[in-house]
């Protein structure tokens, strides 16, 4: 079936370096993908977005990144810092279907 | 802060028993959604309800129930409770209602309830 899924189960990075974070979809129809961060113990909260008429959005140190010709989406974190460790999902809302989240990914930042 | 509310934080019951969860959604959202959480699970959308009406069904199993009310508030019922269902449940809200495909279905979540049930 179709599905939000990530490459990376764990990521590990030295405080300071930059991080990226990949997603794939396999819907060629989706239209919207958002990218999550949960904190352990939290909700996920909500970081940045992009429409699939984009191909690079940026926030404060955040860029999500979208090919959609290999269907995939990444997002960067620049110079990461210990806040940054936690899970990160991305998910994929296609017009007239519900919101999927992928499995996520584990960010460890290392001092 | 997301503007979601749930309570309680935190729910220790037993085996058999029922309890209720409690969410009040961002204001002016009109969407209400429940996942759980366990720790070898991603995220499970059990439901959701839009302005009072239920929207959508994921993998909600019959013993659980909920519903959302005319002040938009929604409770998550969980009956004949089993050990497995121990998890974090998650409430999130959104304006639109899911379908649309764009910034209107964003879903802001809670910070959760922890359940355990021994």
């Known amino acids: 079936g179709e599905s939000v899924g990530l490459h990376l189960p764990t990521l590990s990075v030295q405080e300071g370096d930059n991080s990226i974070i990949n997603c794939a979809y396999s819907?060629?129809?989706?239209?919207?993908f958002i990218w999550y961060k949960q904190e352990s113990g939290k909700g996920p909260q909500f970081i940045i977005d992009?429409?699939?008429?984009?191909d690079k959005r940026q926030g404060q140190r955040v860029t999500v990144l979208l090919n959609k010709t290999v269907k995939h989406l990444s997002l960067q974190i620049a110079a990461t810092q210990p806040g940054d460790s936690a899970v990160y999902f991305c998910a994929e809302n296609r017009r007239g279907n519900k919101l999927v989240f992928g499995a996520g990914t584990i960010l460890r930042v290392k001092s | 802060d997301s503007g979601v509310t749930q309570t309680p934080k935190h729910l220790i019951t037993a085996t058999g028993q029922r309890v209720t969860l409690r969410c009040s959604p961002r204001?002016?959202?009109?969407?209400v959604y429940w996942y759980q959480q366990s720790l070898d699970q991603g995220l499970q959308f059990l439901i959701q309800?839009?302005?009072?009406?239920?929207?959508a069904k994921g993998n909600i199993l019959e013993r659980f129930s909920a519903q959302q009310f005319p002040d938009l508030h929604s409770e998550l019922n969980l009956s004949s409770l089993e050990l497995g269902d121990s998890a974090l449940y998650f409430c999130?809200?959104?304006?639109?209602?899911?379908?649309?495909?764009?910034?209107?279905?964003?879903?802001?979540f809670g910070p959760g309830t922890r359940l355990t049930v021994l």
């Open positions: 819907n060629s129809a989706s239209d919207y």
């Open positions: 999130a809200s959104s304006v639109g209602h899911g379908l649309a495909g764009g910034l209107t279905d964003t879903q802001y």
């Open positions: 309800y839009y302005n009072g009406e239920e929207r």
């Open positions: 204001s002016g959202d009109l969407s």
């Open positions: 992009i429409r699939s008429n984009m």
